[in-house]
């Protein structure tokens, strides 16, 4: 890594996500008591996804060592399961159209190839997550459970899908081995 504004941005993304699993493991718990056991599995699933995120960005940063302030976007609170399911939306939309954005233009302008990878695999990811957390609030709202089972998450990049696995990931090319299904 060449480029401090690059390596901050890699920081604030690895924080970000890291603090969106701790957010949605303690969303899922919320969604399970209230019933809804589909939108408990989606949280839990997209909380592994995001820690797969935290972890490309993390390899991607591995040569520079050191104590950092890391500031990132976070969202806070814990509501009914509606009500979470609205923050995770807002989030991860905020992660597509701002953050992620412009931590890939200025990724591809300092020629930082690990994290342009790294912030482009979470993007695509982050914009499955929004839709599926939209899905999930609408069943919500009308006091249904989502109505699919099972979700897939790439343990490479974070690809999250809720139909059949993929012979490669659409995102980054693994193998249909490399999916974690909850």
Known sequence: MKNNMTAANLRSAFGGESMAYQRYKSWGKIAMQEGFK?????????????????????????????????????????????????????????????????????????????ALKSFTWAREAEKIHADLFKEAKLSVDMGKDVGFNEVHICSVCGYTTVGPIPEKCPVCGAEKTKFVSF
Request: no cysteine; aromatic share 12%; charged share 20%.
């Open 38 to 114: 589909n939108v408990s599995k989606l949280f839990n699933a997209i909380a592994y996804a995001e820690e797969v995120h935290a972890g490309n960005h993390f390899k991607a940063h591995r040569d520079i060592e050191g104590d950092f302030l890391v500031p990132s976007m976070a969202g806070f609170g814990i509501g009914n399961t509606s009500n979470n399911l609205g923050k995770a939306i807002s989030g991860e939309l905020f992660e597509v159209n701002e953050m992620y954005a412009t931590y890939i233009a200025t990724a591809e302008f300092q020629q930082e190839q690990e």
